[in-house]
């Protein structure tokens, strides 16, 4: 299944509530392009429905941006919200599926001790899918990164992490 970048960012908000830990737009801008590269490393297929873009500061989903730029730099106190067919405002529902609860629960165990200036320092690792992006587009703002470089990149780590533990 595929979901709203936003519902996956609402399961992120619930989660650091309940870890009383701050997050800031940064940080779950990273935590969700953590929770689609893994997802697409695993399974082949996106996670989100929308591009992932390179940034300056690392990869943006641009829906994220616009719905959690008003807290600049600091903490994230509401969540994402979006318009029903009769134009009323509405909190976009986290992800129900157990299955997908659990992966999204393992990426926090991950990285949710992060900052989000230290995640996003990792997503700029050299022949990441960013950089590679960053690079081709001179630098550019607002280039997509390639889902298949993003796949090709995570299925690399997804490889690697399952051959580290079986030495």
Do not use: C
Request: charged fraction near 20%.
């Amino acid at each position: 299944m595929i979901y709203s970048p936003k519902a996956v960012a609402n399961f992120f908000i619930d989660i650091a509530k309940r870890a009383g830990e701050p997050l800031s737009p940064m940080k779950l801008q990273k935590l969700v392009y953590y929770a689609h590269g893994w997802y697409a490393g695993f399974t082949g297929s996106p996670l989100i429905d929308e591009s992932v873009e390179a940034w300056q500061y690392g990869p943006v989903i641009p829906s994220l941006y616009h719905e959690f730029k008003k807290f600049g730099s600091g903490q994230i106190t509401s969540k994402a919200t979006q318009f029903t067919k009769d134009f009323e405002l509405q909190e976009v529902p986290a992800p129900s599926e157990e299955d997908i609860r659990k992966f999204l629960t393992s990426v926090w165990n991950s990285y949710g001790k992060y900052t989000g200036l230290t995640l996003s320092q990792m997503t700029h690792a050299a022949d990441s899918p960013w950089d590679i992006t960053w690079k081709k587009a001179g630098n550019i703002r607002s280039v997509d990164i390639p889902f298949s470089e993003i796949e090709a990149h995570f299925n690399q780590a997804v490889r690697n992490s399952t051959q580290a533990a079986q030495k």
